[in-house]
């Protein structure tokens, strides 16, 4: 285990009474990529929404770069500029064109000088395949491609780690591939990533270790070839046995 960039210890959190998340206990090596898979309303996507505090915990800590999760206030937005954020929806900014999404938060957020920040986008727009999209609006991108942008705009902070919280589940299937792909180019060139997903597959390439949820608790981790060939909880067993069969 490369040093802990992601610690999360005994994090409990509940919607009324419902225990969303109970005594989560989940480190994240630096160059890491885990994958939370589980069956809906297990808690993944309330995990993946608490690193970066878009969701509060009771109890518990969670710590980013051994430092704790601030509050509120500057220290949150400087905490959100260091934890990249993917989300189902695309959250583009649909007046602004596809280079000045990628540009606000280097520009406000982090004080780069317009130019650079530009410029930078640029790259990252060409390493994700949307160059040629950089003057266009995001209403004239196809999902595939917003999504793309999306994580472009992420990278373009610089982040310490990177959050998806089901990337592809609103894209049609011939668009999640390009998304899927870009992740992938990613993990290889060591980001940190936290992905919660259902696309097996992906999980099989490109992660380190698989996290398996169920009922708000973290059932079985496991490296993704034992994880998909030899679960060890019943409900992994369960669970696997009705995505895998179709």
């Not at 009324?16 to 206990?25: F, K, Y």
């Not at 650079?116 to 209403?139: H, I, S, W």
């Amino acid at each position: 285990m490369t040093e802990p960039l992601v610690v999360l210890k005994d994090v409990n959190k509940h919607f009324g009474d419902l225990h969303v998340l109970q005594d989560i206990n989940l480190q994240i090596g630096k160059g890491e990529v885990v994958v939370v898979i589980g069956p809906s309303g297990s808690g993944k996507s309330t995990l993946c929404r608490t690193i970066n505090r878009l969701e509060t915990f009771e109890s518990g800590t969670i710590t980013i770069d051994g430092k704790p999760l601030p509050e509120e206030g500057k220290e949150l937005a400087q905490l959100r500029a260091d934890v990249g954020m993917v989300f189902q929806s695309f959250n583009l900014f649909a007046h602004k064109t596809i280079l000045d999404n990628v540009t606000l938060g280097p520009v406000k957020v982090r004080g780069q000088g317009k130019k650079d920040a530009e410029k930078r986008a640029m790259e990252l727009l060409e390493r994700v395949g949307v160059a040629q999209q950089a003057q266009k609006y995001p209403a004239q991108l196809s999902g595939g491609q917003q999504q793309r942008v999306a994580i472009a705009r992420s990278l373009a902070m610089d982040p310490k780690v990177m959050l998806f919280d089901e990337p592809t589940s609103a894209l049609d299937p011939e668009m999640i591939n390009e998304v899927l792909d870009v992740m992938v180019g990613l993990a290889k060139e060591g980001m940190t990533m936290v992905v919660v997903t259902h696309e097996m597959g992906f999980a099989r390439k490109a992660a380190n270790r698989v996290v398996f949820m169920a009922d708000g608790q973290i059932v079985e981790e496991a490296q993704p070839e034992t994880f998909f060939t030899a679960p060890r909880s019943d409900r992994a067993k369960d669970f696997l046995g009705k995505i895998l069969t179709h």
